[in-house]
DNA sequence: TAGATTGTTAATCGATTAACAATC
DNA sequence: TAGATTGTTAATCGATTAACAATC
């Protein structure tokens, strides 16, 4: 994996330690604990914003489920939407969102909507008592620091790979000088 | 942007000298001088493998496009997709992918199908002529270092998430003890 | 010349690695 | 007891920050 035992060691023991001197680590039982440092211990419940081919590919990605975030409800701005699934997920119009998540004790929101819409929702989401976003939204968002915000920008992973193919390009022409090839 | 200055001038030399010393920074000169670097100064020419529903949304997303990052096909296992289209681009079936590659200078490709797939296709892939492959399924692929692989985990985004939530509950509980306030 | 701003070297900080003690 | 493996402290390395010189 490409990591020292020396890290591995160090890692774990900012969370205590998992193991038995001159025995070894029981990895059934520190699999369980590092389940239950991420949280994956208990359900998230979470909705969706913006039921377009991405949310749509986000909900129907079942391994999501199988660690504990479940898809209580979707949501979309067309009004025509409304009632329709997505898998066994319903969409719902946007007004009911805040009482939807008062009701139904929602932990995450999943935004895959265009960043101008992001912006509003997060505003409005800002006063619900929801524990996280997990944005896809082009955009930073500003919300209280109650609410985690974890976000997913492809363009960047895009630009890092178009990055790296000009790196190696480069390394190739080169005669190996400098400090630009090391790693 | 919580970004030093002294770290934005330490980031820049990395590549050169972009301003003037006592006059400051030409912003445009400089945004396309990071463009060059980034590569975005010429066309990435892409193949999508497997067009669902995330496949389908990287499509349909066009600021890629206006970045040089276009869509020449796509492919897809199931042979009744092929001749259909994802906004402007066509499907074809899979046997095809590898002399599409050659015939069309393909430098990215990108692989949104399930892990098992993904890890025969990038078998196939490994012989092909390509630059770089943007993986989105949940697994390591091993290819040569000639090709980059830059790998979008989202579970690994949203255990991320899910850590944090768990983080934020324990310091409320807690009454600022220890080091696991910081940052 | 004074003020402002970048380039570059030095100091600091944190993370990774190595070494060794503790334990089975 | 010898060998193996984890916990923990020390050493090393790299990245961030601060300081200052160079230039407009």
Redesign the pocket.
Known sequence: MH?????I?????HF??????????NTEYLYTEIGKILGLDHQHPMVLVGSGNLGSALVRYMNFRRRGFVFKAAFDISPEKAGRKVSDVTIHPMEELPEFIRRNNIEIVVLTIPKQEAVKVAHTLAECPIKAIWNFAHCDLHVPDRIQVENVHLSDSLMKLSYNIRRFEEGKSTTNVGSDN??
């Open positions: 990591v020292t035992a020396s890290q060691r160090q890692d774990f023991n205590g330690g998992f193991g038995q001197q001159g025995y070894g680590y090391g790693e």
